[in-house]
């Protein structure tokens, strides 16, 4: 792998999913997305556009109708299932809801210790030194290791989640809205902690999210998702300063701040359309304020308007 | 301003396993005809059960209101039989959830919903409410509202559904309408949109709202008064703005230091260290005292009372005890 190469490079990216009675859902409809090592990359958008999805082809957990990904140089797609096994711990994923991730019936211990035993690594006791170890770098004590996950609030199932997706030392880790379903006093500390563990481990997120003010705050650089496709991508601070693409300026206009007297949350009218029959030309046409005859009519591209900003509008300009 | 509900000293405990345990200790809150108030705080703090005390809701057993009173217009609610309570649920005050799914029935239609408010409460005709929900379907913004009517409510996107319950709410121009976490379940733009009609409707119907919510945005944008709760209790009250200004107990300072959206350009986050106490497991004293920067010894002694900090701004604390 070349020093400069990204640590993923996924190229038109599709998920299409046959329904019931005929039609075919595109939860993801050609994306390209690129996340250099030691970045956290954001992947927002609202429900429906395909930003889980997304996580769940680069950690193959779901099959791409299309598309190839390469991942620390290799042809992900193309390994045998004996590759990918072991290509596996180079991935990892913390999920939303710490209720729901963890198994009841195991201790803390087993939950960490799990990919420890799967992939054989050491001994019996070396996988408790390492599950201690793991327990302290994300806040827990070795006290904790014999509970189960009942015994344990929503920032500290979390916080066990954590150090079970971290076992293996991946490279690259989906955070599939790690903090969404925590209390607010608790985000914080959970946030603050991922960026503790992205310093001393060196790891690369994949950082999936709605939440946008937490995004502004993590991510390095953000690709906005509506209707299965990539409409804009850039590094975070371009994309909050100066949103290019119609449907970034709405979401980011939706928000309500913290501030009273700040300017209301502007509504952009209307629904998201259905993924089963998505609008001809641009996806966001029947939504977008300044859409014109053309955007009926042809596809928007991504292009590239400033350094590493990319956009998919016909009216967008450099 | 007419007081329209005045809740003094209000207490709910739960029969468990482990006994009885207090989920609402001591809450005091009012609310003037016509105003919003917005109610913050974290799960467990008891802002929903606040609610569903008001609306004769507190399942029991196991709950129980052990101390306390609420007026409504006068009226002692808790004093009233179950027939009195749902006349005024239906006509009075009504409530609006986070996810509209769990309040509608699934196998009727929207427009029976509706309807059925109507006929129960206004003694409208069949023909007529239908007419009528018609109306106030398409007065909430759902467009095409005759054949909304015929659908059942996993027919309709989570916003849709949102609308529809907030026309079922609106039916009796209730003088409150209780809105717990309306927006929490629905993407931004959405919210946009339910927050934007709720406005709309407040000024149209000028009904006095209490929006319950975590989301410290929704509230500065939405509310002209903010109670923030804490394990059971009120720990500060007043104007938004001076709440966002001058926030005086050091829970509702944490909070807003620790949201990103407040933390602009700070690489790492002021994260509150703990967690928040569950019911059975509040601390002596001051509640939030083990997690706070301030703490003395002192907020180990006794719970603080709300002290005044400006007028109409009162905080749970004994920095500002005179």
């Not at chain 2, 007026?71 to 009075?92: K, P, V």
């Not at chain 2, 079922?168 to 717990?180: G, N, Q, S, V, Y």
């Not at chain 2, 928040?276 to 003395?296: I, L």
């Amino acid at each position: 792998m070349p020093p400069d190469a990204p640590l993923l490079a996924a190229q038109n990216l599709a998920k299409h999913y046959k329904v019931r009675g005929g039609g075919v859902l595109r939860a993801v409809d050609g994306v390209d997305l690129t996340v250099r090592a030691g970045d956290t990359h954001a992947l927002v958008g609202e429900s429906g556009c395909g930003k889980t999805t997304l996580g769940r082809l680069i950690l193959r957990l779901v099959e791409p109708t299309t598309g190839s990904i390469r991942f620390r140089g290799e042809d992900l797609l193309a390994l045998k299932p004996e590759a990918m096994r072991r290509m596996r711990r180079h991935l990892s994923v913390i999920f939303q809801d710490p209720y729901g991730s963890l198994d009841p019936r195991m201790t803390v211990a087993e939950i960490v210790g799990e990919p420890l035993r799967i992939f054989g690594q050491g001994t019996r006791a070396e996988r408790r030194a390492r599950v201690e170890a793991l327990l302290a770098q994300v806040g827990l004590t070795p006290a904790h290791a014999t509970r189960h996950p009942h015994e344990f609030s929503g920032g500290q199932r979390q916080r066990i989640g954590i150090a079970r997706a971290l076992a293996l030392e991946p490279d690259l880790v989906v955070c599939d809205e790690p903090v969404s379903a925590l209390d607010v006093s608790i985000q914080a500390q959970i946030i603050n902690l991922l960026q503790d563990l992205q310093q001393s481990h060196g790891l690369t997120y994949l950082f999936v999210a709605h939440d946008l003010s937490v995004v502004r705050h993590i991510a390095d650089r953000v690709s906005v998702m509506y209707l299965g496709r990539v409409v804009e991508e850039a590094p975070k601070a371009a994309l909050f300063a100066a949103p290019r693409h119609p449907y970034t300026r709405a979401l980011l206009a939706a928000v309500p701040q913290p501030k009273p007297g700040a300017p209301p949350p502007v509504p952009l009218a209307g629904e998201v359309p259905s993924p089963l029959n998505p609008p001809s030309g641009c996806r966001f046409r029947t939504r977008c304020p300044v859409a014109v005859a053309r955007c009926a009519e042809d596809d928007p591209a991504l292009r590239e308007l400033a350094a590493g900003h990319r956009v998919a509008c016909h009216l967008a300009e450099a | 301003m007419t007081r329209l509900i005045e809740i003094e000293d209000l207490a709910v405990s739960f029969r468990t396993d482990r006994g009885e345990v207090e989920a609402l200790s001591g809450v005091s809150l009012h609310l003037d005809e016509g105003e919003v108030l917005g109610v913050v705080g974290e799960s467990g703090c008891g802002k929903s059960l606040t609610a569903l005390a008001i609306m004769g809701l507190v399942p029991s057993p196991p709950g129980r209101i052990t101390r306390g009173r609420i007026a409504f217009a006068g009226r002692d609610l808790l004093g009233l039989d179950e027939a009195a309570m749902t006349r005024i649920r239906g006509e009075q005050i009504a409530m609006i959830f986070q996810e509209p799914m769990s309040a509608l029935n699934p196998v009727f239609t929207v427009g029976e919903q509706v309807a059925e408010v109507l006929r129960v409460h206004e003694g409208l005709g069949r023909t007529a409410a239908r007419e009528r929900a018609a109306q106030l379907l398409a007065r909430v913004g759902i467009p095409d509202p005759a054949r909304r009517l015929g659908q059942y409510p996993h027919e309709l996107s989570g916003g849709l559904r949102q609308r529809v319950m907030i026309a079922a709410a609106l039916a009796c121009r209730p003088k409150l309408l209780i809105a717990d976490e309306p927006t929490t379940a629905l993407d931004v733009t959405i919210q946009a949109q339910i927050l934007a009609l709720l406005a709309d409707l407040q000024r149209e119907f000028g009904m006095a709202t209490m929006l319950i919510t975590h989301d410290l945005g929704v509230v500065a944008q939405v509310v002209t008064r903010v109670v923030v709760m804490y394990a059971g209790k009120v720990v500060e009250e007043g104007p938004v703005e001076a709440v966002f200004e001058r926030p005086s107990h050091p829970y509702t300072a944490a909070l807003m230091r620790s949201i990103p959206a407040l933390a602009e350009g700070v690489s790492r986050l002021p994260a509150i260290p703990g967690t928040v106490p569950a019911p059975g497991a509040w601390p002596r004293g001051c509640r939030f005292a083990p997690r706070c920067t301030h703490a003395v010894p002192e907020c180990g002694a006794g719970v603080p009372p709300l002290y005044p900090v400006a007028p109409g701004h009162h905080a749970a604390c004994i920095r500002h005890a005179a």
